[in-house]
């Protein structure tokens, strides 16, 4: 599709008319007019990076799982280490961040529609976008010259291998996978709770249902379901 407001809105749209989601399709602009992030903040193009949504039938009515995002990022890491094997310091931040460094490479947003899920990536193949107090990254900056096409493949291949194992019960396994494409235990976070303000902690893991765990300054362990993860350092 030349140009669309939201990949993901475009999804929804069509859900929200009944169409049901079929699995393995995606949707991939050149170029969005209203791109969306995460809390309500914008997603900035750039030309020739990867702007793409799926949608998933959700098995049963349950709230969003939480494990569902976490596939999302492994799967985008597992995609972008098959086209530039010799990419590193790539790495996923809770819940479903790419980064390169402390730069933000890839974003995602999941979006619930009744049974369904639309999951929507923004990859910087081509142009790290300006975003105010936030480092961002390109794979084109990095020095590798990835096409849309090759991205949007590899990516389909990672996605729907991901989504059976995670379909067939397979979070564990895929919890794993994630976890050694993660942050270093212990690189602190930070993240804002409605009734505790500002918690920082070290990263610690993840709780079998895909909460992040955070060991906060007194040797406590907390888990934390919900929220904007920020990187604070080493
Ligand atoms: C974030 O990190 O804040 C999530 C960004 C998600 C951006 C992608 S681009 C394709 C899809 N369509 C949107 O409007 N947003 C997602």
């Given at each position: 599709m030349a140009e669309t407001a939201s990949t993901n809105s475009a999804l929804l749209e069509r859900l929200s008319h009944g169409e049901a989601p079929v699995q393995g399709q995606w949707l991939v602009a050149d170029r969005q007019t209203a791109g969306r992030g995460r809390a309500g903040r914008v997603w900035t193009d750039g030309f020739g990076n990867f702007m793409g949504s799926t949608a998933v039938a959700l098995?049963?009515?349950?709230?969003?799982?939480q494990t569902l995002a976490l596939v999302a990022g492994l799967s985008v890491h597992r995609a972008l280490m098959a086209v530039?094997?010799?990419?590193?310091?790539l790495v996923l931040k809770w819940p479903n961040d790419l980064l390169v460094g402390e730069a933000k490479l890839c974003g995602i947003l999941l979006e619930r529609q009744r049974d369904a899920v639309v999951v929507g990536i923004g990859v910087n193949l081509a142009e790290a976008p300006d975003v105010p107090g936030r480092k961002t990254a390109s794979l084109a900056g990095l020095g590798y010259d990835v096409s849309r096409d090759a991205f949007a493949s590899a990516l389909a291949e990672t996605w729907a291998e991901d989504l059976t194992a995670w379909h067939a019960g397979g979070w564990p396994m895929l919890r794993e996978a994630w976890l050694v494409r993660?942050?270093?235990?212990?690189?602190l976070l930070g993240v804002n709770l409605s009734e505790e303000g500002h918690v920082i902690g070290g990263f610690a893991g993840l709780e079998p249902d895909g909460a992040v765990l955070l060991r906060l300054a007194d040797g406590s362990v907390r888990a934390i379901h919900a929220g904007d993860v920020e990187l604070i350092g080493a």
């Amino acid at each position: 599709m030349a140009e669309t407001a939201s990949t993901n809105s475009a999804l929804l749209e069509r859900l929200s008319h009944g169409e049901a989601p079929v699995q393995g399709q995606w949707l991939v602009a050149d170029r969005q007019t209203a791109g969306r992030g995460r809390a309500g903040r914008v997603w900035t193009d750039g030309f020739g990076n990867f702007m793409g949504s799926t949608a998933v039938a959700l098995r049963d009515a349950e709230a969003l799982p939480q494990t569902l995002a976490l596939v999302a990022g492994l799967s985008v890491h597992r995609a972008l280490m098959a086209v530039v094997p010799a990419l590193s310091g790539l790495v996923l931040k809770w819940p479903n961040d790419l980064l390169v460094g402390e730069a933000k490479l890839c974003g995602i947003l999941l979006e619930r529609q009744r049974d369904a899920v639309v999951v929507g990536i923004g990859v910087n193949l081509a142009e790290a976008p300006d975003v105010p107090g936030r480092k961002t990254a390109s794979l084109a900056g990095l020095g590798y010259d990835v096409s849309r096409d090759a991205f949007a493949s590899a990516l389909a291949e990672t996605w729907a291998e991901d989504l059976t194992a995670w379909h067939a019960g397979g979070w564990p396994m895929l919890r794993e996978a994630w976890l050694v494409r993660s942050l270093p235990k212990g690189t602190l976070l930070g993240v804002n709770l409605s009734e505790e303000g500002h918690v920082i902690g070290g990263f610690a893991g993840l709780e079998p249902d895909g909460a992040v765990l955070l060991r906060l300054a007194d040797g406590s362990v907390r888990a934390i379901h919900a929220g904007d993860v920020e990187l604070i350092g080493a």
